[in-house]
């Protein structure tokens, strides 16, 4: 290996074009690609792996590196040295391919080409741009993109986006080129701050599709300021301020037209801005005018942000409909049966309704379907039975589908077959850190699941849960004494 770099070194000097068709274990080696110089690793076992015995490896690139592989960094250094503007890694592999090791990479201009995916099992940052030609990041809260100041990002479309949260550093304005997946679509939709105060301040953004994890049907009447009707069901941002900065830089949601995902976006001069704000707890109205049309337009914000947390699009005077107003989902056990009932406020274009049933939360099974009343602006109720349930636990939802085919779905909910542990009272929910479990049982099992079924936690009666480490998102707690199981749905908001 260590000839195989020696030789890469002398190569890349004079500006040839190396291939390497067995991948670089980088075991201390320094390789130099000057300007024009051009290092493709491909083939099988197409990776780069900085390893951790002898002296960290490194790159001094002014060229381009083309990887069809893995990306690994087990060294304790960035691997790049003399850091530039015009270093360039491009990740053109045909099947998803990873950023992962012991540290972080500090990539100079980062460039995906692969429509199968990069995948971020580590945290990566980019000082120059992020050239989105090809398929999507996926990131999380824990392994995320940093754009540092003067970075930039080109390409993003409807299929080339961030999965996941990105952070930006700098005081210049910044488009984040989010998305989420839809079922067998994409949804890209950015959200775009403006500049700000200082160079070192910092914001996180990410778009999430479903119902916003404080949704206008999640405790009271009085959940909005008097400007706001409602606030869409079906998607929101999560934008957050870093804790060293003190700028309140203005937002703006964009939107499009895409296949599976209905804004229900009808009244540009009826759209609003909203915002939660946690120290009211209410959807506060943050003014703004639409701009463009009901397919492809943008939102910006005209009254200022004091603090930042999730936005979504709001209805000042209901004419929007963002576009099945729910005002409740329940599902209770009554003896074998397993009865499903739901209102809605508004309705716009709704054919009909789809109840699913799943006993793990990831397998889900076409149980009824119930029509829908098309459009209306009054209060509507529905309700279904499933007679064949022998299940003791099952998670129903609701798939609400347009007449043009767009469809979406509801947050699931859970049938109390088996919640009869007494006397349990569970906050704060939603939590950004700890929840706290009231209880009159001492012996407890405790386990908590993500919306997969996979068990990210469990104990024996500890009745203070730390879920700072967690991304935002749903989470099913269970609480088991003897026979005796509650279960409860916990919201994680940061």
Known sequence: MYKNIIIIILIVIFNVTPAVSQGILNNGSKI???????????????????????????IDNEGTISLQGNWTNNASNNVFINLNTSGEVIFNGTSAQTIGGTSKTIFEKFTINNSTGIILNVPQDIISTLDLTSGIITTTSSNIITMRAGSSVSGASASNFVKGPMRKVGNTSFIFPVGDGLGGSFAYSPIEISGTLALTDTFTAQYNTGSPPYPWWFTTAHLYTTNLD??????????????????????????????????????????RLAHWDASTSRWVDMGGTGIGNTTTGSIKNSFAFTNYSPVTYGSKGGTNPLPIELINFNVKCVENSVNVSWSTASETNNDYFTIEKSINTNDWENIGIVKGAGNSNTILNYSFSDNNSNDKTSYCRLKQTDFDGNFKYSDYSAADCNNNLSNVNIYPNPTSDYIFIETLSNDLEVKLFDLTGNLIYESNSQKIISLSNLPNGFYMLSLKNGNDIYRKKISVVK
Request: glycine fraction near 10%; charged fraction near 15%; hydrophobic fraction near 30%.
């Open 32 to 58: 130099v690609l000057t300007s024009g110089s051009y290092l493709k690793i491909y083939g099988s076992n197409a990776n780069y792996t900085n390893a951790t015995s002898g002296t960290d490896g490194t």
């Open 230 to 271: 409602h606030v869409s069901d079906q998607e929101w941002w999560n934008i957050q301020r870093g804790v060293s900065s003190s700028s309140t830089p203005d937002v703006t949601l964009y939107w499009e037209n895409i296949v599976g995902l209905n804004h229900g976006i009808t009244d540009l001069t009826d759209l």
